[in-house]
């Protein structure tokens, strides 16, 4: 009997829009065995068996050994009562790629031979001690032991340590949440000469001639989680191959949902700060879009020499069908937010991403063209204003493009003053933008200030021109 045990996890730091000190390496899916490490965890290494041309990156993996320590001289416990059993063999692997990940705890049991028929209380008591196994994170020996299918927080908490820059001259303050765990998923696959008796509210899945194997569903509690539960019975027909890649499709199947589930319970709960600029709503809008239509599908990537992957998805589809239903009414409602947030930005385009003491490093993307540098909190502050009020609603369009234009060039133009003349800069461009914006703006206030931009200009002689330009054509309009 073989008996899998996955913990995924949702790595949300493909989304933010700060810094979060994430190591570069390994790269995803390409992760290179031999060259590449995760830190605390292990080496990336070859599959011995190779991938699933379905799934990119299935071909390498990490040796998580490191990662999460059993319990000493394992292969002499006896498990179960009157249905007793031994591990022979531990696999611990830990998949990626990006976003989604997983660890892979795989268990070899050799069940004593001579006993009678089992029931279906004995099966229960025999995987819930096997899942139940204590063992340790990390190499903190002094540590409590937790039990293997509770592991999911730690192993989390780990990874986001493993996977984080420490020799950064700038110190990362991580949090917790950007990588975090989804619910568990266990896969049973046993010999058809080996009566198993199902556990209560089992759903047969369904039927694999290729692999001569039948599949069968159940929400087990294992301590205190309810896991996804898959039992593969094979036939001594079976190919070997098409059930071990039987067990890859269910595996990233449930990782893909559970991660989709968790980044939406964050969007929802207001949890993920994600909204720092355009660039990472945008790759959360892209991940939405994709991550129900995905795992609805009944074919990916082509695959139809054999109905594997098609027979593994309706599988999940039929036992899944209500969360797959309130996952995408999350998704609407994630989605919503995210478009209210960009047409906002379309409106305000400037974000402040971080203050260091009197600094503000702020980015303004105007027009399809950007500027970012290091501006006083003063002078930051001046032109963020000056471009929200050149993008307020009811403004002129050509009168706004001509506002937005004019805030970029003396954007540019403050970055090569010393700081006090940029502060000066940034009031006179506060002011003319605000006049020039309003429904009857003061000629007085606006000429003076359009002066006081033009004169701040010619002591860059390389921007003189595009300011001058800039202010010109905005009283051109405002002229007649």
């Given at each position: 009997m073989f008996v899998v045990l996955q913990h995924p996890f949702a790595d949300l730091r493909t989304f933010l829009g700060t810094k979060t000190g994430r190591l570069p390496r390994p790269v995803w899916p390409l992760a290179e065995p031999g060259r590449e490490f995760v830190r605390s965890c292990g080496a990336v290494k070859p599959r011995p068996l190779g991938g699933a041309n379905e799934w990119p990156g299935?071909?390498?993996?990490?040796?998580?050994?490191?990662?999460?320590?059993?319990?000493?001289q394992l292969r002499q416990l006896s498990l179960g009562h009157a249905l007793r059993g031994q591990v022979t063999h531990v696999i611990r692997r830990f998949h990626s790629q990006g976003t989604v990940s997983r660890m892979e705890i795989g268990?070899?049991?050799?069940?004593?031979?001579?006993?009678?028929?089992?029931?279906?209380?004995?099966?229960?008591?025999l995987l819930n001690e096997l899942l139940g196994l204590p063992v340790k994170i990390g190499s903190a020996s002094r540590q409590k032991p937790i039990r293997l299918v509770e592991a999911g927080s730690s192993l989390a908490s780990h990874l986001l340590k493993a996977t984080?820059?420490?020799?950064?001259?700038?110190?990362?303050?991580t949090q917790s949440w950007w990588v975090c765990p989804g619910n568990p998923s266990v896969i049973v696959e046993y010999p058809?000469?080996?009566?198993?008796?199902?556990?209560?509210?089992?759903?047969?899945?369904?039927?694999i001639p290729a692999a001569d194997a039948s599949i069968w569903h159940a929400w087990l509690p294992?301590?205190?989680?309810?896991?996804?539960?898959?039992?593969?019975?094979?036939?001594?027909?079976?190919?070997?191959?098409?059930?071990?890649?039987?067990?890859?499709?269910?595996?990233?199947?449930?990782?893909?949902?559970?991660?989709?589930?968790?980044?939406?319970?964050?969007?929802?709960?207001?949890d993920f700060s994600l909204f720092f600029n355009a660039n990472s709503a945008d790759s959360v809008q892209r991940?939405?879009?994709?991550?129900?239509?995905?795992?609805?599908?009944?074919?990916?990537?082509?695959?139809?020499?054999?109905?594997?992957?098609?027979?593994?998805?309706?599988?999940?589809?039929?036992?899944?069908?209500?969360?797959?239903?309130?996952?995408?009414?999350?998704?609407?409602?994630?989605?919503?937010?995210?478009?209210?947030?960009?047409?906002?930005?379309?409106r305000n385009n400037s974000v402040v991403n971080n203050i260091a003491g009197d600094v503000m490093n702020t980015y303004f993307n105007m027009s399809n063209s950007n500027i970012s540098g290091s501006l006083t909190i003063t002078t930051a502050k001046n032109i963020e204003n000056s471009f929200n009020a050149a993008s307020a609603d009811g403004i002129n369009a050509d009168l706004a493009t001509k506002l937005q234009?004019?805030?970029q060039e003396v954007t540019a133009l403050a970055r090569a003053l010393p700081a006090k003349e940029a502060e000066l800069l940034s009031?006179?461009?506060?002011?003319?933008?605000?006049?020039?914006?309003?429904?009857?703006?003061?000629?007085?206030?606006?000429?003076?200030?359009?002066?006081?931009?033009?004169?701040?200009?010619?002591?860059?002689?390389?921007?003189?021109s595009p300011v001058t330009l800039a202010v010109d054509a905005v009283l051109d309009m405002l002229a007649h």
């Amino acid at each position: 009997m073989f008996v899998v045990l996955q913990h995924p996890f949702a790595d949300l730091r493909t989304f933010l829009g700060t810094k979060t000190g994430r190591l570069p390496r390994p790269v995803w899916p390409l992760a290179e065995p031999g060259r590449e490490f995760v830190r605390s965890c292990g080496a990336v290494k070859p599959r011995p068996l190779g991938g699933a041309n379905e799934w990119p990156g299935e071909e390498v993996y990490v040796d998580a050994s490191r990662a999460l320590k059993m319990p000493n001289q394992l292969r002499q416990l006896s498990l179960g009562h009157a249905l007793r059993g031994q591990v022979t063999h531990v696999i611990r692997r830990f998949h990626s790629q990006g976003t989604v990940s997983r660890m892979e705890i795989g268990l070899r049991v050799h069940l004593v031979e001579g006993q009678v028929e089992a029931s279906q209380q004995d099966w229960l008591t025999l995987l819930n001690e096997l899942l139940g196994l204590p063992v340790k994170i990390g190499s903190a020996s002094r540590q409590k032991p937790i039990r293997l299918v509770e592991a999911g927080s730690s192993l989390a908490s780990h990874l986001l340590k493993a996977t984080t820059e420490t020799r950064s001259a700038e110190t990362i303050a991580t949090q917790s949440w950007w990588v975090c765990p989804g619910n568990p998923s266990v896969i049973v696959e046993y010999p058809s000469s080996l009566p198993l008796v199902h556990p209560p509210y089992s759903r047969f899945a369904m039927r694999i001639p290729a692999a001569d194997a039948s599949i069968w569903h159940a929400w087990l509690p294992f301590g205190q989680r309810r896991c996804s539960t898959w039992l593969v019975e094979r036939g001594e027909n079976g190919d070997a191959d098409t059930v071990r890649r039987l067990r890859i499709h269910l595996s990233r199947l449930h990782a893909e949902r559970e991660c989709l589930a968790q980044i939406l319970r964050q969007l929802s709960c207001n949890d993920f700060s994600l909204f720092f600029n355009a660039n990472s709503a945008d790759s959360v809008q892209r991940y939405l879009n994709d991550g129900i239509r995905n795992i609805k599908k009944p074919m990916r990537f082509g695959f139809d020499q054999l109905p594997l992957l098609e027979v593994a998805e309706q599988a999940q589809n039929i036992v899944f069908s209500g969360e797959t239903s309130s996952l995408s009414y999350m998704r609407r409602q994630v989605a919503t937010k995210v478009r209210d947030y960009l047409a906002r930005l379309k409106r305000n385009n400037s974000v402040v991403n971080n203050i260091a003491g009197d600094v503000m490093n702020t980015y303004f993307n105007m027009s399809n063209s950007n500027i970012s540098g290091s501006l006083t909190i003063t002078t930051a502050k001046n032109i963020e204003n000056s471009f929200n009020a050149a993008s307020a609603d009811g403004i002129n369009a050509d009168l706004a493009t001509k506002l937005q234009r004019l805030v970029q060039e003396v954007t540019a133009l403050a970055r090569a003053l010393p700081a006090k003349e940029a502060e000066l800069l940034s009031e006179d461009l506060k002011t003319f933008t605000t006049q020039a914006a309003s429904k009857e703006p003061r000629k007085a206030w606006y000429e003076l200030s359009a002066k006081g931009i033009k004169e701040a200009a010619k002591t860059v002689a390389s921007l003189a021109s595009p300011v001058t330009l800039a202010v010109d054509a905005v009283l051109d309009m405002l002229a007649h």
